[in-house]
């Protein structure tokens, strides 16, 4: 029988702080920053279920950033204006925040993360399920907030 898993507050501040670092040109910080997501996009280290989660949407959600802005410079992203941002928002014909929430929850659907997660960690598929779209809006507003 499966014991419960023991979850600790998910929480990224580390990440944020080399995200905002990377943003404020800090040396050495956008290597760390890409490293970083590089091991959040296996999430082989995570520390519970919704830590895998939160790795793996942290991931997607600076892919789509990139993607977005049309670049992978992290400073230059944090240099843009609101007209910058406006004219982003109108290319992309969406604005940044409900677009990667919504890229993390089709992420998710799509390579079917919840099966995953729940396998890995000997939990309910609906465990996962029940906390896709909070995650994404957390990790959404760590991910805003950090470029402001």
Do not use: C
């Amino acid at each position: 029988m499966n014991q419960p898993v023991e979850e600790k507050p998910v929480e990224f501040s580390k990440f944020y702080r080399i995200l905002n670092a990377a943003k404020e040109g800090e040396e050495g910080k956008s290597e760390e920053l890409e490293s970083i997501l590089k091991q959040y996009e296996a999430s082989e280290e995570s520390e519970s279920p919704l830590h895998q989660l939160g790795q793996i949407f942290l991931y997607v959600g600076l892919m789509e950033l990139y993607k977005y802005s049309g670049t992978k410079d992290i400073q230059a992203i944090g240099l843009l204006d609101k007209e910058s941002w406006d004219q982003l928002a109108e290319q992309n014909k969406a604005d940044l925040p409900p677009l990667l929430a919504n890229t993390m929850i089709r992420y998710s659907q799509t390579n079917k993360l919840s099966k995953k997660i729940s396998a890995k960690w000997g939990i309910a598929k609906r465990k996962v399920d029940n906390n896709i779209m909070q995650m994404a809006r957390y990790i959404t507003e760590g991910i805003i907030d950090s470029l402001e």
